[in-house]
């Protein structure tokens, strides 16, 4: 059964930079697309990127700020984020590009951007 451990993230100011991480077990990791999420205080959980080998794709509010990217060797996927605003404020998690609200999730990271 999949294990997700997100971790990385913390408090920035608007402008800054994080990176954040995803530690996948229990999978044959590098079969498997993945992606990011993210869910803001009082809102709905809402997809913000997708990897399957090399392909990439972003929610259109992130893009050319967000980098997804995987490491097979180590079953981690990361998220580059940069240029970050205080909506991307958020919850991040993350797990399959399909995955469901009623399917395992992770503890997810906690990333705050000041104004």
């Known amino acids: 059964q999949v294990q997700l451990v997100e971790s990385g993230g913390g408090l920035v100011q608007a402008g800054g930079s994080l990176r954040i991480s995803c530690e996948v077990s229990?999978?044959?990791?590098?079969?498997?697309?993945m992606a990011w999420y993210r869910q803001g205080l009082g809102k709905q959980r809402e997809l913000v990127a997708t990897?399957?080998?090399?392909?990439?794709n972003y929610k259109d509010s992130v893009k050319g700020r967000f980098t997804i990217s995987r490491d097979d060797a180590k079953n981690t996927v990361y998220l580059q984020m940069n240029s970050l605003q205080p909506e991307d404020t958020a919850v991040y998690y993350c797990?399959?590009?399909?995955?469901?609200?009623?399917?395992?999730w992770g503890q997810g990271t906690q990333v705050t951007v000041s104004s």
């Open positions: 797990n399959y590009p399909t995955a469901r609200e009623s399917d395992y």
């Open positions: 229990g999978i044959i990791f590098r079969q498997y697309a």
């Open positions: 990897i399957f080998g090399t392909v990439t």
